[in-house]
Nanobody, 114 residues
Framework: QVQLVESGGGLVQAGGSLRLSCAAS????????MGWYRQAPGKQRELVAR???????AYADSVKGRFTISRDNAKNTVYLQMNSLKPEDTAVYYC????????WGEGTLVTVSS
């Protein structure tokens, strides 16, 4: 069983920054892919960013140049640095890990005020 615990969400003004953290209950190097998804009210969950065990990254077009995903294998933690936040970034952000199957955290709420 894998547990993922997100933290770092909160309320921020447009243009501000937040850093989300996802702490895993096991060595994250064993995960093929880890990522961040988000779900806004009334919308489907969407991929924000992902990082492979080899360090390759990919981003949604809407966050390219503003968000950065990174990993600290020693701390079993994946981060999402979010800069230049916009009101449309408001959502619950979920951590995801693939280890045979998909594992999800419970999510952390990010609210960006205009």
């Amino acid at each position: 069983q894998v547990q993922l615990v997100e933290s770092g969400g909160g309320l921020v003004q447009a243009g501000g920054s937040l850093r989300l953290s996802c702490a895993a209950s096991r060595n994250i190097f064993t995960f093929n892919v880890m990522g961040w998804y988000r779900q806004a009210p009334g919308k489907q969950r969407e991929l924000v960013a992902r990082i492979t065990s080899g360090g390759s990254t990919a981003y949604a077009d809407s966050v390219k140049g503003r968000f950065t995903i990174s990993r600290d294998n020693a701390k079993n933690t994946v981060y999402l640095q979010m800069n230049s936040l916009k009101p449309e970034d408001t959502a619950v952000y979920y951590c995801n890990a693939i280890y045979g199957i998909n594992y999800w955290g419970e999510g952390t709420l990010v609210t960006v005020s205009s």
